[in-house]
């Protein structure tokens, strides 16, 4: 991963919220509600976008400029169905930088 994502990716968790999201995101049962038959198959782990603003607290608005965010530098994936954006963490890319992170902050033998 290049410095310039890994910093985007630090900038995004640098926000209480933002980082709590992610933090909520690992739990999907716990947010969502009685999800609809069809996301829980095409979408496993999908979170409706009101079920995170009423555990934020937050304006919607607010909270969609987040996930929005979050989205762009690759933390989650999202999909629309009618007139509801669902969202679920992209493991594959936390785990990415996790360990570029991690190896980036090991001390280096001269």
Known sequence: ?????????????????????????????????????????EFPGGVCVADIQEKAGLAQSVISTYLSSMQKIGLLESRRYGQWTYYRRNEGAIDNFLEDFAAGMQAKKL
């Open 1 to 41: 991963m290049k410095n310039e994502d890994m910093l985007a990716v630090l900038k995004a968790l640098s926000n209480e919220t933002r980082l709590n999201i992610l933090c909520w995101l690992s739990e999907p049962d716990k947010l969502h509600k009685d999800l609809p038959s069809e996301i829980q198959v």
